[in-house]
């Protein structure tokens, strides 16, 4: 999924500290210096750094191409070559032959074992070519906002080293809806303790797309929501029962709602938004509650507008930055809006949970 064309999936983060007061310059530096490094025709086995977001291959960064001011664009790559260990075991042995039939009275100790086993992998990782992985970053750096546009939590976390390396005393802390209503610091723990509110929200969310709600916008927009033919329900976390996946409408929705009646919430919905005129569609999960597969409104990034490629890209990130806004301000209709400590016991709630 790319930031610059078709479905996208991000992953919200805050950039945290003090930008330098020569910001584009030293941004310019510090990508240049962290920019990738092929390692083609070698035998290291990974590489990691910027690319330009228009072509993987070019590390040059002419007329800084990651500059759509205040929006810095950039491309992960990652190259990686990966062994088994099944075939470094068939090449030692292969090794360890080929050593006791030119050497037969000589008896192989174990560092010669190791050294052999050594000798096995690193002519692999010269003859096995690397596997090319690319996502992207996009920087707001006046909101201080950052998206990595993938879901993969080994991509994540590598996005998050390869920032903090590059844009140090910078670092990335993962922005979660619920954040500033909590100030504890953020630990796997909470962050699976806190899924349950999410549970709560996609719920919510599903309430208010059936009950035709219409929702103004701080900018007088206004917002209404559309439920998917996808989602899931499970139970509350740290509460054991079987998770419900749901596909289509009617008969299967039936067996969503009774899911419902029987304590179990949404852990993921497929759900359209139309803000004014612009519909898009995008999928939530209830831990991080950030869009996924988010397909943007039609006239997102249409050639025939006669926008050249920065206005393009620049459309696509304004409608984006939209929708994140947009989730923000139903997460904090959505709390004014909850009992507190009664999770969804609201009394309309139960009424529709009843039809």
């Known amino acids: 999924m790319s930031l610059l064309k078709g479905m996208v999936s991000l992953s919200r983060y805050k950039a945290e500290g003090n930008l330098p007061s020569d910001f584009w310059s030293w941004l310019n530096r510090q990508i240049i210096q962290n920019g990738f490094m092929d390692i083609e025709g070698?035998?290291?086995?990974?590489?990691?750094?910027?690319?330009?977001?228009?072509?993987?291959?070019?590390?040059?960064?002419?007329?800084?191409?990651?500059?759509?001011?205040?929006?810095?664009?950039?491309?992960?790559?990652?190259?990686?070559?990966?062994?088994?260990?099944?075939?470094?075991?068939?090449?030692?042995?292969?090794?360890?032959?080929?050593?006791?039939?030119?050497?037969?009275?000589v008896r192989l100790s174990k560092p010669d074992r190791e050294m052999l086993k050594e000798k096995a992998r690193l002519q692999l990782l010269n003859r096995i070519p690397p596997q090319t992985t690319t996502w992207e970053l996009c920087w707001h750096t006046i909101r201080g906002e950052v998206w990595l546009t993938t879901g993969s939590r080994a991509l994540l976390d590598a996005g998050q080293e390869l920032f903090q390396k590059s844009f140090a005393p910078l670092r990335l802390i993962p922005l979660l809806p619920w954040m500033s209503e909590d100030n504890r610091p953020l630990t796997p723990t909470l962050i699976q303790e806190k899924s349950t509110l999410g549970q709560e929200f996609l719920t919510w969310l599903w309430w208010m797309s059936e009950s035709g709600e219409i929702f103004k916008l701080p900018d007088k927009c206004q917002l209404n929501l559309t439920l998917g033919e996808r989602l899931s329900l499970s139970p509350?976390?740290?509460?054991?029962?079987?998770?419900?996946?749901?596909?289509?409408?009617?008969?299967?929705?039936?067996e969503a709602r009774e899911a419902l009646r029987q304590g179990k919430l949404l852990d993921r919905l497929r759900l359209g938004i139309s803000i004014g005129d612009l519909e898009y569609w995008l999928?939530?999960?209830?831990?991080?509650?950030?869009?996924?597969?988010?397909?943007?409104?039609?006239?997102?990034?249409?050639?025939?507008?006669?926008?050249?490629?920065?206005?393009?890209?620049?459309?696509?990130?304004?409608?984006?930055?939209?929708?994140?806004?947009?989730?923000?301000?139903?997460?904090?209709?959505?709390?004014?809006?909850?009992?507190?400590?009664?999770?969804?016991?609201?009394?309309?709630?139960?009424?529709?949970?009843?039809?």
Not at 45 to 51: E, M, R
Not at 301 to 318: M, P
Not at 322 to 329: E, H, N, V
Request: aromatic share 10%; hydrophobic share 40%; glycine share 6%.
């Open 236 to 254: 509350l976390f740290g509460h054991e029962g079987s998770r419900v996946g749901v596909a289509g409408k009617d008969q299967r929705m039936a």
């Open 283 to 355: 999928t939530l999960d209830a831990v991080w509650l950030s869009p996924r597969s988010v397909r943007l409104p039609s006239s997102a990034g249409n050639e025939e507008q006669g926008l050249d490629s920065d206005g393009l890209a620049l459309e696509r990130l304004f409608l984006l930055e939209a929708l994140t806004t947009a989730l923000d301000q139903l997460f904090t209709v959505f709390l004014q809006r909850r009992p507190p400590a009664e999770g969804m016991a609201w009394p309309k709630f139960i009424n529709w949970l009843g039809q």
């Open 42 to 105: 070698s035998i290291t086995d990974k590489s990691l750094g910027w690319v330009s977001v228009h072509d993987y291959f070019d590390v040059s960064f002419s007329f800084e191409s990651y500059n759509l001011n205040p929006y810095v664009c950039l491309s992960l790559r990652q190259d990686k070559r990966t062994i088994s260990a099944a075939l470094v075991r068939k090449y030692h042995r292969l090794e360890i032959n080929r050593m006791r039939e030119s050497q037969p009275d």
